[in-house]
């Protein structure tokens, strides 16, 4: 603002800042504020002060187009996941489920770096690539004229520590104003500190500030959740305000072990199960709409488990014994026979095993084999029925369990006799989602019972 042209604010008289009007014994009645005149200056200052505190200045080559996998930090067997981008070298022996994840992973960042709203949650071991998402929407939002903070966890502790010093240039209170009111926080490597009771305290207050007003955060850490505190979990698993982004690299030689000894695989049980024992029943007098809704189930498949194909979800639905369970189990040894580490599991094993776990009573928070399901590269969950007759917090862990395998497209093969429209609403949305989901419906009665017969030729292939 200027007075008559001489620069001068008409307002605060070029002092810069103006008092309140407010009566005498108001809390605001004789301090000073700033002027508006004064926005474009605060602005540019604080955003200085965080780019500053950030040290964003020696990150400025970690943006989206140059993310990598950090292959220095994994092991040789852990070398399947390779750079997504167009400059970035292609690894032909990566699993193309886990390849297909990291890349979901970076658009998901991507995505948000556009429009930062609520929280974002990168999840991930050493090298997997998440503090370089990180950075990268840090860049990204610079570039587009935001202040950002970006930090790791220790650091902020570090700096909050030495803001209580006599010699320290910035009061503590301000600079836990910076943290908490960044217009775009990231924090780093969480888990990482040294959890002291004041640490968490601090951590808390920070993490509860920013939850409440739902904040723009960013949030990258290697542990597990639930060896996080638990005020700042419940915080982080809020799902109207946070999205998780799991950045997962396997260790391919103790998940031999893990996989062969989870004893709710259920594979072994349907090991003559394969594709040339499957019988078309052509000989059975079935009518023709029924022999070329098998056929077609039979096809589609084969077809599923090329590598092209193998995303998303199968449902296969039909009566018990018609078929399903069969081609849903020579899925997986096909699976299995093509590299991919894939679970067979029957759908009462696994409630039963999440009955048993997670309980309401129950202390446990996180199950390895539960997680190992969640993550599986292959999953084939046979027999599924989520109906009201179980409890509430069954069918809720189900679906947990699915979503995240449902957006990560994650390659998942359902047989059920449920009709569609009995279906938990949460699951019938995601079967019927025609971009990730084909629903093949088996209208065959149930196998009379006779031997399984080999298949002299390979099936044919429709145009």
């Known amino acids: 603002m200027s007075d008559n042209g001489k620069g001068v604010c008409p307002i605060c008289g070029g002092l810069g800042v103006v008092s309140a009007d407010v009566p005498v014994g108001h809390p605001d009645f004789g301090k000073a504020f700033p002027c508006i005149c004064q926005a474009d200056k605060l602005k540019t200052r604080k955003a200085a002060q965080l780019r500053a505190l950030s040290n964003l200045d020696a990150y400025g080559d970690k943006t989206f187009y140059t993310f990598e996998i950090d292959y220095s930090l994994l092991d040789p067997d852990e070398l399947h996941l390779c750079q997504i981008f167009p400059n970035a070298s292609d690894a032909q022996n990566l699993g193309e489920p886990y390849r297909r994840q990291i890349k979901i992973a970076a658009e998901l960042a991507f995505q948000y770096a556009q429009e930062p709203v609520g929280w974002l949650l990168l999840q ?80 808390y207050q920070l993490f509860g500030y920013r939850h409440a007003r739902r904040l723009p955060t960013v949030i990258t850490t290697n542990q597990e959740l639930n060896n996080l505190d638990a005020r700042i979990r419940s915080r982080l698993t809020d799902r109207s305000l946070t999205r998780q982004i799991l950045l997962h690299v396997p ?36 009518t023709i709409s029924d022999l070329k809704r098998l056929e077609w189930a039979f096809q589609t498949a084969r077809l599923y488990v090329e590598r092209d194909n193998l995303r998303g979800w199968l449902v296969l639905t039909g009566e018990p014994g018609s078929g399903k369970t069969h081609l849903a189990a020579a899925i997986a040894h096909e699976c299995k026979q093509h590299g991919y580490r894939t679970l067979f599991v029957t759908a009462s094993d696994l409630i039963d095993h999440i009955k048993v776990k997670f309980s309401p009573g129950s202390m446990v928070a996180y199950d390895k084999r539960a997680e190992e399901i969640r993550r599986a590269e292959v999953l084939i969950l046979d027999n599924l029925t989520i109906d009201r007759s179980l409890p509430v917090w069954v069918r ?46 088996i209208t065959a009665p149930a196998y009379p019972g006779k031997p399984l017969k080999r298949r002299a030729a390979p099936p044919r292939r429709h145009a």
Do not use: C
Request: aromatic residues 10%.
């Open 396 to 441: 809720d862990k189900l679906f947990d369990l699915l979503l995240y395998r449902f957006d990560y497209d994650l390659p998942t093969v359902i047989t059920t006799f449920q009709p569609l429209d009995e279906m938990d609403v949460r699951l019938r949305s995601r079967v019927k989602n025609e971009a990730h989901s084909k629903v093949i419906g």
């Open 251 to 286: 260790d391919r030689r103790s998940a031999v072990t893990t996989w062969q000894d989870l004893d709710l695989s259920d594979l072994g049980r349907y090991r003559d199960m394969r594709f040339d024992t499957f019988s078309l029943r052509e000989d059975e007098g079935l």
């Open 124 to 203: 991930g071991g050493y090298g997997t690539g998440k503090t370089h998402l990180a950075l990268a929407i840090a860049n990204y939002r610079l570039d587009q004229g935001d202040a950002v903070l970006f930090i790791t966890v220790p650091d902020l502790l570090d700096h909050l520590r030495a803001a209580f010093g006599p010699s320290s240039e910035i009061a503590y209170d301000e600079r836990f104003e910076q943290l908490r009111n960044a217009p775009l926080l990231i924090l780093d490597d969480l888990g990482a500190e040294s959890q002291t009771p004041w640490a968490l305290e601090k951590l």
